[in-house]
């Protein structure tokens, strides 16, 4: 991080020198090699270089305790957070959410999702509160990071957060991240008897963005058994992927065999007006035509077919 940002810092320095506005003589003692310029010093790095790893590097010194957390809270934060990390409005939910995770709505929060006390510090170091970001105090940091932790009750109400124990602080959810082993993340780099790409064929905006012909046979999560329909198909990956592959605004994931078998209850005419008309109901929300309003009502049933084809 401090080399990245001494470098940009640099860059920086010397795009301003181009412009003029370093003309004092003692700016030029330390030129680059077109004789512009100056290193960055290590305050005007410090002001860039703010990010918290963790394990807590990066943390600056100070303390706050939750109960002085809790009126900073409520003044900077409640208006759009909410007094118990609720969220007012669309704005974040901060605290609760505590196994629902393997739901089909999961409610991620700072306690029920987020891995580290780091990022948590570091958000609200770096952007908080919204109408001014920056402007709190290290220890009004602490402050706020540590009544948030007790909305969560991660800690208890006397808990005093410092920089020595941060990284005592375990979240619910430390265990539940994994190293993506997927091979479109991990496929080494061909050196020798590669595939032409000009032989690849993006199908689609969606496809296009990560192509798939690498990939061994059989990788997807999608039935191969089931007919393909491939103007279904056509339109699947390039306007419902995106959100029916991730499960998106609680889009059924295409392959889930129990959740389509429910959604295909009322039948397939009902699905299809659904996904032409659009939708909103506790199980989700789908825009008419997912959105692209220049499918026609063919092409929509048709991507709903492979859908419900994949998923059988």
């Known amino acids: 991080?401090?080399?990245?940002?001494?470098?940009?810092?640099?860059?920086?320095?010397?795009?301003?020198?181009?412009?003029?506005?370093?003309?004092?003589?003692?700016?030029?003692?330390?030129?680059?090699?077109?004789?512009?310029?100056?290193?960055?010093?290590?305050?005007?790095?410090?002001?860039?270089?703010?990010?918290?790893?963790?394990?807590?590097?990066?943390?600056?010194?100070?303390?706050?305790?939750?109960?002085?957390?809790?009126g900073l809270y409520e003044g900077q934060c409640a208006s759009c957070h909410g007094l118990f990390g609720e969220g007012e409005g669309r704005w974040p939910i901060l605290a609760g959410g505590f196994d629902t995770l393997s739901e089909g709505r999961p409610e991620k929060t700072v306690g029920s999702y987020w891995p580290h006390a780091s990022t948590l510090y570091d958000y609200i170091r770096r952007a908080m509160p919204f109408t001014a970001p920056q402007s709190l105090t290290a220890d009004e940091t602490y402050a706020i990071t540590a009544y948030v932790l007790y909305l969560n009750e991660i800690v208890d109400e006397e808990f005093v957060l410092t920089k020595d124990n941060f990284s005592t602080i375990v979240m619910p959810n430390a265990d539940g991240f994994f190293e993506d082993d997927r091979p479109d993340v991990r496929n080494p780099t061909c050196m020798k008897d590669c595939k032409d790409p000009s032989s690849i064929k993006v199908t689609s905006?969606?496809?296009?963005?990560?192509p798939t012909e690498h990939m061994?046979?059989?990788?997807?999560?999608?039935?191969?058994?089931?007919?393909?329909?491939?103007?279904?198909?056509g339109i699947y990956n390039q306007s419902c992927a995106v959100c029916h592959n991730n499960g998106m605004a609680g889009a059924p994931i295409t392959g889930d065999k129990e959740v389509?078998?429910?959604?295909?209850?009322?039948?397939?005419?009902?699905?299809?007006?659904?996904?032409?008309?659009?939708?909103?109901?506790e199980d989700g929300a789908m825009p008419a035509k997912g959105g692209n309003m220049s499918l026609s009502d063919e092409d929509v049933a048709a991507a709903v077919h492979y859908m419900v084809e994949q998923s059988q």
């Open 205 to 210: 905006t969606i496809a296009g963005v990560t």
């Open 1 to 70: 991080m401090y080399n990245s940002v001494k470098k940009y810092l640099k860059i920086l320095v010397l795009a301003s020198a181009a412009q003029g506005l370093f003309i004092s003589p003692a700016y030029a003692e330390e030129a680059g090699h077109y004789g512009l310029g100056r290193i960055a010093t290590p305050e005007e790095i410090a002001g860039w270089d703010i990010d918290v790893r963790p394990d807590g590097l990066g943390l600056p010194a100070g303390s706050g305790s939750v109960a002085d957390g809790e």
């Open 216 to 233: 061994e046979e059989g990788a997807s999560n999608m039935t191969e058994e089931a007919p393909i329909n491939e103007h279904g198909k």
């Open 260 to 281: 389509w078998a429910d959604r295909t209850k009322p039948g397939m005419e009902a699905v299809i007006n659904r996904a032409i008309n659009g939708y909103v109901g």
